[in-house]
């Protein structure tokens, strides 16, 4: 049970680091890099904002250990879309390989945490 917990919260802190640290730092230390990587795809500014803002809540969601099990359920639905649909927009727009694989690797990375959190809620 010990061992489910540090991969969870191992995973968990990954995804919370890349969709909602990273997210939020750049809104507030460099925004003028909050649209670098939506504006080449095509996507308008407003939906790099409300994207920053989901991710960060998503990510938020997922960290809190006694939140209703149906929030963190649409958490890692939203964060699942977001990397299913960066993976979509990149093949389609760009075919830039470096930037397909990214959203792969944080969706297996936040595949863990789910599975992890299924685990330990078995248990509880």
Known sequence: MKKHRII?????TVILIFEGIMPLGTLLF???????????????DYFAYTLILCKILGATAIMIPK??????????????????????????????????????????ILAISY????????HA
């Open 30 to 44: 460099a925004p003028e890099y909050a649209t670098a990587g939506t504006k080449p795809l095509g996507y308008p």
């Open 67 to 108: 939140l209703h099990p149906k929030i963190k359920e649409w958490a890692y639905a939203g964060l699942t879309f977001n990397l299913l649909f960066a993976f979509i927009s990149h093949a389609a727009v760009d075919q830039n390989v470096g930037y397909m694989v990214m959203p792969v690797v944080v969706g297996i």
């Open 115 to 122: 599975i992890y959190n299924l685990k330990i809620s078995q």
């Open 8 to 12: 969870f919260w191992i995973a968990t």
